[in-house]
């Protein structure tokens, strides 16, 4: 079975006016300029003290349909957490978490052998030289760093 095409795919986006979120909740954009990218909110401050969300980007509709694997457009409606994960763990999303305390959202993302972590907001910029794939990884990293990330969120403003 093939996967469709770029201009299956496209006519389904422009249908939705380019952006649209699907039945799963996720957010799902495309312009001819930036491409295409999905964004959803897993966990938010109501859940936890951390607000937990994935986000995929690409540079091209053939990306797209590769990435998460689509034979039909009916399947771009079911997308969902597991799917982006899926790309997360492949290297091809971010998981995107903002502790309340800092008031920022860090980064992580997998890169070959590490993962790196990256605050735009703090200025931040860190390498793990192991995969951070479950939760608990994430809150460890938070926890070992937390002396490190308050820093940068003092350093903030000045």
Same mark, same amino acid.
Request: charged share 25%; proline share 2%.
């Given at each position: 079975?093939?996967?469709? !095409?770029?201009l299956e795919l496209r006519e389904f *986006?422009?249908?939705?006016?380019? /952006? ?9 954009? +495309? ?5 295409? +990218?999905?964004?959803?909110? %897993? ?11 994935? =986000?995929?980007?690409?540079? !091209? ?8 694997? *689509?034979?039909?457009? !009916?399947?771009?409606? %079911? ?5 982006? +994960? ?17 008031? =920022?959202? *860090? ?15 703090? %200025? ?6 192991? %995969? *951070? ?6 809150? /460890?990293y938070i926890l070992k760093k937390e002396?490190?990330? /308050?820093? =940068?969120?003092?350093? /903030?403003?000045?």
């Open positions: 079975m093939n996967y469709i !095409s770029e *986006l422009n249908d939705k006016n380019n /952006r649209f979120t699907n039945l799963s909740g996720m957010q799902i954009g +495309w312009s001819e300029e930036t491409g295409i +990218w999905t964004f959803l909110m %897993h966990q938010s401050y109501d859940q936890g003290p951390y607000e937990v969300s994935i =986000a995929t980007e690409y540079d !091209s509709l053939t990306d797209f349909i590769t990435g998460f694997k *689509l034979y039909n457009v !009916s399947e771009i409606d %079911h997308l969902n957490y597991t799917s982006s +994960w899926m790309r997360y763990l492949n290297g091809e999303a971010e998981i995107i978490i903002a502790p309340m305390e800092l008031e =920022a959202s *860090l980064s992580f993302k997998i890169l070959k052998l590490k993962t790196i972590i990256f605050s735009l907001e703090l %200025h931040f910029y860190d390498e793990e030289y192991e %995969h *951070l794939t479950m939760p608990e990884d994430f809150e /460890r002396s490190l990330l /308050r820093v =940068a969120t003092q350093m /903030r403003y000045k």
